[in-house]
């Protein structure tokens, strides 16, 4: 079974930086594409930023300009790199990926972290 685990949430201020990290427990080569996911109180999971396994990027409107997603292929780390954070980006988020990109299916999640922007 494939083990997401993300680190590097915490509370910030409005305008912070911040790193999100996920330890992947397989080749993260082997996977199409990695995502990072968040989930605002009350609101619905969406997609924040993605990477193909040819490197292909995706960011949403939201974040665009603000955060970057990397992965450090031989540590099976992704990354995302969060700056100037709005209290707007306060949610958990989670790392996610799977098997097929085509048709697009996220098949395993991680248990997600915890970011908090104060204004």
């Known amino acids: 079974q494939v083990q997401l685990v993300e680190s590097g949430g915490a509370s910030v201020q409005t305008g912070g930086s911040l790193r999100l990290s996920c330890a992947v427990s397989?080749?993260?080569?082997?996977?199409?594409?990695m995502d990072w996911y968040r989930q605002a109180p009350g609101k619905q999971r969406e997609l924040v930023a993605r990477?193909?396994?040819?490197?292909?990027?995706y960011y949403s409107d939201s974040v665009k300009g603000r955060f970057t997603i990397s992965r450090d292929n031989a540590k099976n780390t992704l990354y995302l790199q969060m700056n100037s954070l709005k209290p707007e980006d306060t949610a958990t988020y989670y790392c996610?990926?799977?098997?097929?990109?085509?048709?697009?299916?996220?098949?395993?999640w991680g248990k997600g972290t915890l970011v908090t922007v104060s204004s």
């Open positions: 996610a990926t799977g098997e097929s990109l085509s048709p697009l299916r996220v098949d395993y």
């Open positions: 397989e080749r993260i080569l082997s996977f199409p594409f």
């Open positions: 990477v193909s396994s040819g490197g292909l990027l």
